[in-house]
């Protein structure tokens, strides 16, 4: 069984900074890829940007490509999302994720475990 629980998402203007992070519990965390994903409102559950096992290896949406970094710290079982350069249609409910394996997943489909989800709005 896994555990996710998100902090630090709140109100930020356009062009301001926030940083996300997802504290795991559960066994061998640290040994899984590990996603971020979004939901606007009225829009579908969308990927963000995902993490190998080792933190040496990232994927990420395009429109979030230069401005968001994802990251962890294995040692503490947490993934970072530092999100720059936000903009309005960036809103959203940010959830950490994972499939349960070390594969690099960008369909929502495959993530099986997730956390409650934080708010981000971004207002212009």
């Known amino acids: 069984q896994v555990q996710l629980v998100e902090s630090g998402g709140g109100l930020v203007q356009a062009g301001g900074s926030l940083r996300l992070s997802c504290a795991a519990s559960?066994?061998?965390?640290?040994?899984?890829?590990m996603g971020w994903l979004r939901q606007a409102p009225g829009k579908e559950r969308e990927f963000v940007a995902a993490i190998n096992r080792s933190g040496g290896g990232t994927i990420y949406t395009d429109s979030v490509k230069g401005r968001f970094a994802i990251s962890r710290v294995n040692a503490k079982n947490t993934v970072y999302l530092q999100m720059n350069s936000l903009k309005p249609e960036d809103t959203a409910v940010y959830y950490c994720?994972?499939?349960?394996?070390?594969?690099?997943?960008?369909?929502?489909?495959?993530?099986?475990?997730w956390g409650q989800g934080t708010q981000v709005t971004v207002s212009s």
């Open positions: 994720a994972t499939d349960g394996t070390y594969m690099l997943r960008r369909d929502v489909k495959d993530y099986h475990y």
């Open positions: 559960g066994r061998a965390v640290s040994s899984y890829a």
